[in-house]
Every structure is written in structure tokens, then in C-alpha cells.
């Protein structure tokens, strides 16, 4: 999970926020997601309760709840390069492909370089049938990561989707060798 560096306004607050993002990122959503609201209650406008807890909303599935809660959060902070590419990420998996284009490219107006969100502009093109133009984004996440497992596997389904399956496999491969490495997998890392 990225943020960006924290907003808390209270010492309370920093220490909820702190301990929410802790159990969030160790994949405890649960406790992670009361949190989150427990802030939220005191500070309705806290963007980064209402982010994380737009992401929380995104990760279980909530697809309303994390396009009204990032929505919140985008009117606070207009700026935030990761609050726009979640709500990309909530639009395309609500189907609404427009709409999550313009959001991902206003995540990467803020934030030309983020890997993230240059792979989930290019999945969108990919969902969007343009897998020819989702490579050029493809290619600059890989030249600036080149083991981002997300824009390996875009990429491997971009061009299997041009009908280039020799050339997707070099990427198919490294993905999974990555996913095997990975910590948690039973694979030595």
C-alpha cells in the first residue's frame, strides 16, 4: 500500500493513524478500516482517514463506498497523485472505463513516474481494447521498474491481446518468477 507523507492535525489522531496504517499494511483490514473511522468521527474531513479508508473500501470490495470515500478525499486534497489513481483503479473495476482513463490521467498529470500508476493507466487502455496504446506506458513503468510484477503482467496481456505471444512470454516469466520469490509464497526468498 503507498500514501503520501501523513496529514494528522492531533496527537490522538497521529497515533490512530499510525497504528491503522500499520495493521493495514500487515493486511489487517478489519481493525485497520475502525480505525480509520474512529478518526473520522473526529475529524470528518481527515484526508488520509478517508483515503485509506477509500482504499480499505476498495480492497473488500465496496466499490461505492470507496468512490464516495475517494471522492471526499480528492475534494480535500486535489493534488494527492495516489488518492486520483485509486479512484481510477474503483472506476474500472466499477466498469466505468471513461471515467477511470480521466482519473489515471490525472494521477499521472501529478505523478508522471509512479509505476503504479503509469501500469493501472495502461490496464485501462487494455480494458478499453487498446492494448497498442497501453504499451508505451508499459514500457516507461518497466524502464523505471523493471520487476513491477503488475506492469510485467499488463504488459504480457497487452501484447497477447496483439496477438504477440512470443514476445509476451519473456514477461510472463518474469512475473512468475517473482511471484515465486516472494515472501509468504514458502519460496526462499
Request: proline content about 6%; hydrophobic content about 45%; glycine content about 6%.
Amino acid at each position: 500500500m503507498e500514501t503520501n507523507a501523513l496529514r494528522p492535525t492531533t496527537t490522538d489522531t497521529a497515533h490512530k493513524l499510525s497504528l491503522a496504517v500499520a495493521l493495514h499494511e500487515r493486511g489487517e483490514l478489519q481493525p485497520a478500516g475502525e480505525l480509520y473511522l474512529q478518526i473520522l468521527e473526529d475529524e470528518p474531513d481527515n484526508f488520509d482517514a478517508l483515503h485509506l479508508l477509500g482504499v480499505y473500501a476498495l480492497q473488500i470490495g465496496d466499490l461505492q463506498a470507496a468512490y464516495d470515500l475517494l471522492g471526499r478525499a480528492i475534494e480535500i486534497s486535489p493534488g494527492d497523485a495516489n488518492a486520483f489513481m485509486h479512484m481510477a483503479v474503483t472506476l474500472q473495476r466499477m466498469g466505468k472505463l471513461d471515467s477511470a482513463l480521466l482519473a489515471g490521467a490525472e494521477a499521472l498529470r501529478l505523478a508522471p513516474d509512479d509505476v503504479a500508476a503509469l501500469s493501472n493507466y495502461a490496464s485501462i487502455l487494455a480494458d478499453l481494447k487498446l492494448p497498442a496504446e497501453a504499451l508505451p506506458w508499459l514500457e516507461k513503468a518497466l524502464q523505471l521498474d523493471p520487476g513491477h510484477m503488475d506492469a510485467l503482467n499488463n504488459m504480457a496481456h497487452a501484447l497477447l491481446a496483439l496477438q504477440r505471444p512470443q514476445e509476451a512470454q519473456p514477461y510472463l516469466e518474469r512475473a512468475q518468477a517473482l511471484r515465486q520469490s516472494a515472501p509468504g509464497n514458502g519460496a526462499a526468498s
